[in-house]
């Protein structure tokens, strides 16, 4: 997944950059759903002390949040077993998320697998970006519906391309699994030139 999320963010970084958006490992979530049992317990959560991972992420020269990235993307595991994207919107204080088996889980399920994100992302833009821009209140956030199921696994990096590109054709929902074999195929080409290769060159 942190193969995929960098091939994207080297693929996709002209039009990053015009959108002040920036694709992130799946580190980035996971660091904060281990960190969720500490968060609640605490009682004065402005003092907690964040990970060095999570500070370095959000922190990177070029990829600051807030300063120089507005949107992040990167992918989220649920249950240990199914993989889903998220479109975090920091300035809006949103999050559309980008599930192609939208039955698998109920919207109860869905807020608590999300509560370590949303509760714990205006404390990190607060506390550790050191940006006073919003409230402390927690982010919202919406599954996004109509879209192409993959009953075989998740394609959650088809759906941030289209997220960060306006959902143009063939669009979310008019996906088809052949349509995704062909773009698991070219993310393997694409991975290989970006990050193979220049490794032997």
Same mark, same amino acid.
């Given at each position: ?6 091939? !994207? /963010? ?12 920036? +694709?992130?490992? *799946?580190? =980035?979530?996971? $660091? ?65 998320? !980008? /599930? ?12 608590? +697998?999300?509560? *370590?994100? =949303?509760?714990? $992302? ?80």
């Amino acid at each position: 997944m942190a193969v995929l999320m960098h091939m !994207l /963010d080297m693929h996709h970084k002209d039009v990053l950059q015009m959108e002040n958006a920036t +694709f992130m490992p *799946p580190t =980035l979530t996971s $660091l904060r759903q281990s960190k969720d049992r500490q968060f609640q317990a605490a009682v004065k959560k402005d003092k907690i002390r964040w990970d060095h991972r999570i500070s370095k992420l959000i922190l990177l020269p070029c990829k600051t949040w807030i300063k120089k990235v507005n949107k992040v993307y990167t992918p989220m595991i649920w249950a240990e077993r199914h993989w889903v994207g998220l479109a975090i919107n920091l300035r809006a204080g949103h999050v559309d998320v !980008l /599930d192609s088996l939208p039955f698998l889980y109920d919207e109860e399920d869905v807020q608590r +697998f999300l509560r *370590p994100i =949303l509760q714990m $992302l205006p404390y990190l833009i607060r506390y550790v970006v050191k940006n006073n821009s919003r409230d402390l209140s927690t982010f919202t956030c919406q599954r996004k519906t109509g879209t192409y199921e993959n009953t075989r696994s998740g394609d959650y990096g088809k759906f941030m391309e289209l997220h960060l590109y306006g959902d143009p054709f063939p669009h979310k929902s008019g996906l088809t699994d052949d349509i995704v074999d062909k773009v698991r195929r070219q993310y393997a080409m694409k991975a290989y030139k970006t990050i193979v290769l220049p490794a032997y060159y």
